[in-house]
């Protein structure tokens, strides 16, 4: 997203505030991202999902907070917290 389409998003806020916001917004999805990376098993193809969440605790995040920052990136970025939000709890659902 550009600090263009950024700022047709949230009128509200100035050029400078966008580019913070969306540095800030940029940041929290790698640190999801690691934390997703650590906490997927690939033999099971699932995430778990309690070392999920101490990952992101360790970065002094929270859902909340990630759905918050996405959510100012209006429609695009809550469809990526709920792209994210399906990744962390997708468990292996395989019936043996």
Same mark, same amino acid.
């Given at each position: 997203?550009?600090?263009?389409?950024?700022?047709?998003?949230?009128?509200?806020?100035?050029?400078?505030?966008?580019?913070?916001?969306?540095?800030?917004? +940029?940041?929290?999805? +790698?640190?999801?991202?690691?934390?997703?990376?650590?906490?997927?098993?690939?033999?099971?193809?699932?995430?778990?999902?309690?070392?999920?969440?101490?990952?992101?605790?360790?970065?002094?995040?929270?859902?909340?907070?990630?759905?918050?920052?996405?959510?100012?990136?209006?429609?695009?970025?809550?469809?990526?917290?709920?792209?994210?939000?399906?990744?962390?709890?997708?468990?292996?659902?395989?019936? +043996?």
């Amino acid at each position: 997203m550009s600090t263009k389409d950024f700022l047709k998003v949230n009128p509200q806020i100035n050029t400078e505030q966008a580019k913070q916001q969306l540095e800030k917004i +940029k940041t929290t999805a +790698k640190t999801v991202e690691a934390a997703l990376k650590k906490s997927f098993n690939p033999k099971i193809n699932s995430t778990n999902i309690t070392t999920f969440n101490a990952e992101l605790q360790k970065s002094n995040l929270s859902l909340t907070e990630i759905y918050n920052d996405f959510s100012k990136a209006g429609p695009q970025g809550q469809r990526a917290f709920q792209s994210i939000a399906n990744q962390a709890t997708n468990f292996n659902k395989k019936i +043996k």
